[in-house]
């Protein structure tokens, strides 16, 4: 009998056994290791393929105006997304898809064919809820939703210029989204899903971390006001035949903007034909000379060096002035030869005004033009928001005094401008500019020596109600004051100004019981009825300013004289119907 080739090498036999042992322990240990003493390492292998994290969108805080309406809300929308390398497996299906997406077949087929090997892209943005699913529903291979949310804007047009708008990933892009992008965005969350290899969702683990909404912001404007404001200004446009116009009314005791209005305007839920024109917030960007509304600063900085009083007077005839070879004209005939004040003011007369600021010197006006905001950042931080230029000489020559006094060769915006008289108009104390509602008095600074400031009250009324005055601007019930200003617009691209292009301006505030409210009104070149500001801007702060003080239950100050009805006395009746 032959003998086992294992028997005769018996070591090479129990070698092979041991090394198969060894192979075996090692195996076994390995799976016990894994499967028991480091088991986080198979699970983290296999969380990598199947488990993912998918962000929860948290939607922006709500913008309201200063009463609680919604200015800017977020509502949720659907994104569908595609795996274009996973729908080359359905052709079949991409006219149906097509169709549910409104788009033309052709091109979405050339679209998918042309990124075939992508495995994201975007098919549709910002469906409703309702669409978004109605194209879910078709169950094309490789078509998947998102939940994100899109802002709403339920004045449209009205506030578009103050709120701004957010860009297609919910980020702000203008106004006051865009100023406040920080505080209003929210935090997105995570929630934790298992999906199998071609990204189909199995099962919802757990939310790993909650999504934070933004925080709400209230702003300080009224939407009634800004909605008056907003149609006042725009019959004005249409009615002059003007390029475009700004409206600010302004809280003069807490420095809150009510209403901030420009034309054109846009509605921030339609972009789709938006010209860049209609986006400029002109009140905040657009900077331009004060014309005459500057004459009651400088009035008042007259006032303030105690060398002029109300009652004195200036030769204004022959209604020109000579310096060098430049001539100051009066744009209209004066009353007569000699003018106090409060007559230069009514008048707007040129060669007055500059005369009275050669006598006090073009720093005086500078400074106080200084400390009231003209030519000065606002403090707003709004985006794109511009300062003006408000000049200083080493030498004040004659023609740059003369000049400032009149309101050229000084620039500002709107908003500047009825921050400066919103000085006046609260006895002297100028409180800082804000867009966000405030609930508390702010502090305030004074920067007119008060009885000056009910001086200039005073005669600014006068500028209204006095015979010559600026009787557009008169408001049925109530006393106001204000001002009247034209300034020629300077040619883009040559120097000096442009031949027949025109701003009417008015700046005025009220009730003269008590001064509340600050309004500014720039129309842009008007071409139809006239440009002079007392005739174009003045009616406009009329119907603003009187249903401003309606519309915040202000208690008119000038009614007539309550009239005693006569009646005949009464007779008793007696008891069969006579009279005794």
């Not at 006042?232 to 809280?251: Q, T, W």
Request: glycine share 10%.
């Amino acid at each position: 009998m032959m003998k086992l080739e294992g028997a005769l090498f018996p070591w090479r036999f129990r070698l092979v056994l041991g090394l198969l042992g060894i192979m075996v322990a090692a195996i076994s240990w390995r799976i016990i290791d894994l499967q028991v003493v480091d088991r986080d390492f198979l699970k983290g292998q296999g969380d990598a393929r199947s488990v993912r994290h998918i962000p929860i969108p948290a939607h922006r805080g709500l913008i309201t105006d200063r009463n609680g309406e919604p200015l800017a809300v977020s509502t949720p929308v659907t994104t569908l997304w595609a795996n274009a390398k996973e729908m080359q497996q359905a052709k079949e299906k991409w006219p149906a898809l097509a169709a549910a997406l409104g788009q033309d077949p052709k091109a979405l087929a050339e679209r998918l064919e042309s990124q075939a090997n992508k495995e994201f892209i975007y098919l549709v943005r910002g469906l409703t809820p309702e669409q978004g699913q109605s194209v879910l529903d078709l169950k094309v291979p490789g078509v998947y939703g998102i939940e994100e949310f899109r802002r709403f804007y339920p004045a449209g047009e009205v506030t578009a210029h103050m709120v701004g708008f957010t860009d297609i990933d919910d980020r702000g892009r203008e106004g006051v989204e865009l100023a406040y992008d920080e505080w209003l965005a929210g935090v997105a969350g995570k929630r934790q899903v298992i999906k199998d290899r071609r990204g189909r969702l199995i099962k919802d683990v757990q939310v790993t971390k909650n999504a934070k909404a933004g925080k709400p912001l209230a702003l300080s404007i009224d939407l009634r006001l800004q909605y008056l404001a907003n149609r006042e200004l725009r019959n004005a446009i249409v009615e002059n035949g003007a390029k475009a116009g700004s409206l600010v009314i302004m809280d003069v005791k807490t420095g809150e903007i009510l209403a901030m209005v420009n034309q054109p305007t846009y509605n921030p839920n339609n972009r789709r034909n938006l010209q860049p024109a209609m986006m400029r917030n002109r009140a905040m960007i657009d900077v331009f000379e004060p014309g005459s509304t500057m004459k009651a600063v400088s009035m008042a900085a007259a006032l303030e060096t105690g060398r002029w009083k109300p009652s004195d007077t200036v030769e204004v005839y022959p209604g020109t002035l000579q310096i060098g070879k430049y001539t100051i004209r009066d744009v209209s005939k004066t009353e007569g030869p000699v003018l106090d004040l409060t007559g230069i003011l009514i008048n707007s007369s040129n060669v007055g005004m500059s005369k009275i600021a050669f006598d006090i010197g073009g720093e005086t006006i500078y400074r106080l033009a200084q400390k009231i905001g003209l030519g000065q950042d606002t403090g707003l931080g709004f985006p794109g928001e511009r300062v003006g230029n408000l000049p200083n000489y080493r030498d004040w020559r004659k023609a740059e005094t003369a000049t400032l006094s009149y309101g050229y060769g000084v620039s500002v915006t709107a908003i500047q401008l009825v921050h400066a008289f919103s000085a006046l108009a609260n006895n002297g104390r100028i409180a800082p500019l804000t867009l966000i509602k405030t609930d508390k008095a702010p502090q305030t600074t004074q920067v007119i020596p008060e009885n000056v400031a009910k001086t200039m009250q005073g005669m600014l009324q006068q500028v209204i109600e006095a015979p010559r005055g600026v009787f557009r601007a008169q408001v049925p019930a109530y006393h106001v004051a204000g001002k009247s200003g034209t300034a020629r617009k300077t040619s883009v691209g040559t120097k000096g100004y442009a031949e027949n292009s025109y701003r009417s301006l008015f700046a005025g505030f009220g009730p003269m019981s008590d001064p509340r409210y600050a309004i500014v009104v720039v129309i842009d070149e008007p071409s139809k009825a006239g440009y002079f500001g007392g005739l174009v801007s003045a009616p406009v702060f009329s119907k603003v300013m009187s249903g401003t003080l309606r519309l915040m239950n202000i208690t008119p100050d000038n009614l007539p004289p309550t009239q005693q009805a006569s009646t005949a006395p009464v007779v008793p009746l007696k008891a069969d119907g006579g009279r005794g």
